[in-house]
C-alpha cells in the first residue's frame, strides 16, 4: 500500500520561510517522479514544482521560481519543498503526489499524472 505522508506546513508571515516534507512508503520511490501541488480556497489544484526520479530535473511554475527548491533524497524515500520569501498569495493546501509511471523522463505539471496524493499540509502566509 502506497503512503504519502506530509509535513511541515505551517503559520509564516510574509517574507519567511517553510520546509515542507513527504515521506513514501510502498513503492520503489527512486523509480518515480514526484510532484508538489497547491489547492487556495475556491481554486482548482495547481503545479508547484516536481522532481525526476533520478533527481537530476526540476520543474516549476512561475509563480514560485527563484523562492522555491524541490529536492529528494531517495535513500529516506523523502521529497522535499524549500519556501523561502513566502507571500500571501502562497497560501493553500499543498500535496505531494507521485508519478502514475516509472522513470518518466520529463514530469507532469498534470495533477492527473499522478496517482498517488499526500493528505496534504496548511501553509498560511500573513502580510
Known amino acids: 500500500q502506497v503512503q504519502l505522508v506530509t509535513s511541515g506546513g505551517g503559520l509564516v508571515q510574509a517574507g519567511g520561510s517553510l520546509r515542507l516534507s513527504c515521506a513514501a512508503s510502498?513503492?520503489?520511490?527512486?523509480?518515480?517522479?514526484m510532484g508538489w501541488f497547491r489547492q487556495a480556497p475556491g481554486k482548482e489544484r495547481e503545479f508547484v514544482a516536481a522532481?525526476?526520479?533520478?533527481?537530476?530535473?526540476?520543474y516549476y511554475a512561475d509563480s514560485v521560481k527563484g523562492r522555491f527548491t524541490i529536492s529528494r533524497d531517495s535513500a529516506k524515500n523523502t521529497v522535499y519543498l524549500q519556501m523561502n520569501s513566502l507571500k500571501p498569495e502562497d497560501t493553500a493546501v499543498y500535496y505531494c503526489?507521485?508519478?502514475?509511471?516509472?522513470?518518466?523522463?520529463?514530469?507532469?505539471?498534470?495533477?492527473?499524472?499522478?496517482?498517488?496524493w499526500g493528505q496534504g499540509t496548511q501553509v498560511t502566509v500573513s502580510s
Open positions: 503526489a507521485t508519478d502514475r509511471f516509472t522513470f518518466r523522463q520529463t514530469p507532469s505539471i498534470l495533477a492527473s499524472a499522478y496517482d498517488y
Open positions: 510502498g513503492r520503489t520511490f527512486s523509480r518515480y517522479a
Open positions: 522532481i525526476t526520479w533520478s533527481g537530476s530535473s526540476t
